[in-house]
């Protein structure tokens, strides 16, 4: 299955688990492609005890998935130089819903 997640939050757990669950479905076989949206374009900053957000994120990128992130939510915030993340579109987004089987967001 081809699974696109949509993350719009900084909120540690809720990224973690975001992660967590592109992770997951990578493991079970399925092509992921994760867009990250508004606040989350800030998700590798998230310095968290308890949700090690960044380890999932590399984790993510390591089994495969493709990670983009908002040009225009990255601008807004300074952060086009601060990103390992490729730079996209809203175009590319939705690109990615065509793609997909499914669509999850968090």
């Not at 081809?2 to 909120?11: G, N, P």
């Not at 540690?12 to 992660?19: D, G, L, R, S, V």
């Not at 990250?36 to 968290?48: H, K, N, T």
Request: some cysteine; proline content about 2%.
């Amino acid at each position: 299955m081809k699974l696109a997640i949509i993350l719009e939050t900084k909120e540690p757990e809720k990224a973690w688990n975001a992660f967590r669950f592109g992770v997951a479905s990578l493991k079970k076989g399925h092509a992921v492609k994760f867009f990250l949206m508004g606040e989350a374009v800030e998700v590798e900053a998230i310095e968290d005890e308890a949700y090690d957000v960044l380890d999932q994120m590399k984790k993510l990128e390591v089994a495969g998935g493709e990670l983009l992130a908002c040009g225009t939510c990255l601008k807004s915030r300074q952060l086009e130089d601060k990103t390992s993340c490729p730079i996209s579109t809203m175009f590319d987004c939705v690109e990615m819903v065509e793609w997909a089987d499914k669509v999850v967001t968090f």
